[in-house]
């Protein structure tokens, strides 16, 4: 059985992650006192470790399907 993710979905949980990203930001500026310099360090470093682990994932499963 194939798990696909439909259109639907996927926007959701980009909205999803939108909102959340927005709201964090917000929290980090007012709140916590943080620069827009520091929530951006935080924000690509986040993205790029996503980004890695996505891209890990991928080659795992290519080389475990080659074998």
Known sequence: ???????LTA???FGV????????????RDNLGFSGG???HA???G???IAAAIVLDLIGK????AN
């Open 1 to 7: 059985m194939e798990k696909d993710i439909d259109f």
């Open 11 to 13: 926007s959701t949980a």
């Open 17 to 28: 992650a939108t909102y959340v990203a927005i709201m964090l930001a917000c929290v980090a």
């Open 38 to 40: 520091e929530i951006r």
């Open 43 to 45: 924000a690509i470093f």
């Open 47 to 49: 993205a790029v470790s």
């Open 62 to 65: 290519r080389t475990r399907k």
